[in-house]
T-cell receptor, first 112, second 113 residues
């Protein structure tokens, strides 16, 4: 079964404590991306990757890091989380030369 | 990337047909039109995609006029479970050109009994 798996689904953490949200896909997709969704602001892209070792900034990359060491994984790293990074995060994947994307179940992050 | 404009919200009743129109005046020759559906606290889900004329699948139909400057998502006989936010996206296929998936505000559809 085609899947995009995010972990954890829910996380409450404190300001400044480094955290990683993982994203894994089993569809051999080249494209992977992270979004955050906030009330009234819709879905905003944080980072995306077109292939292994290739990453690019999206619209709101400040405060985030990503890596793409393997095709199937695209972790989102918050080195020093702050309360304004409290949000619902989604990982998405897609195949090259296609247009539809597949989204994970979401990770609800609260930074206190 | 072509910008899209959709109504912020729409109301309907069970059993009715719902048409959501998206405006994309600056659509490029290589751009496809894709619609996603999102339920609260879930990731968006692909519904339908088209390039021109009409596309139909088991969930919806997509109507695209000849000038491609707009498109209409048609949901036949909606039910309460169709209450969701619907996003219209316009863009080229995923390739090394970069950011291919930019979501606008979407249309919040409320289906009433």
């Amino acid at each position: 079964e085609a899947q995009v798996t995010q972990n954890p689904r829910y996380l409450i953490t404190v300001t400044g404590k480094k955290l990683t949200v993982t994203c894994s896909q089993n569809m051999n997709h080249e494209y992977m991306s992270w979004y955050r969704q906030d009330p009234g602001l819709g879905l905003r892209q944080i980072y995306y990757s077109m292939n292994v070792e290739v990453t690019d900034k999206g619209d709101v990359p400040e405060g985030y890091k990503v890596s793409r060491k393997e095709k199937r994984n695209f972790p989102l790293i918050l080195e020093s989380p702050s309360p304004n990074q409290t949000s619902l995060y989604f990982c998405a994947t897609g195949a090259a030369l296609r247009t539809e994307a597949f989204f994970g179940q979401g990770t609800r992050l609260t930074v206190v | 990337l072509a910008k899209t404009t959709q109504p912020i919200s729409m109301d309907s009743y069970e059993g009715q047909e719902v048409n959501i129109t998206c405006s994309h005046n600056n659509i490029a020759t290589n751009d496809y039109i894709t619609w996603y559906q999102q339920f609260p606290s879930q990731g968006p889900r692909f519904i339908i995609q088209g390039y021109k004329t009409k596309v139909t699948n088991e969930v919806a139909s997509l109507f695209i006029p000849a000038d491609r400057k707009s498109s209409t998502l048609s949901l036949p006989r909606v039910s309460l479970s169709d209450t969701a936010v619907y996003y219209c996206l316009v863009g080229d296929t995923i390739n090394n050109a970069g950011n291919m998936l930019t979501f606008g505000g979407g249309t919040r559809l409320m289906v009433k009994p």
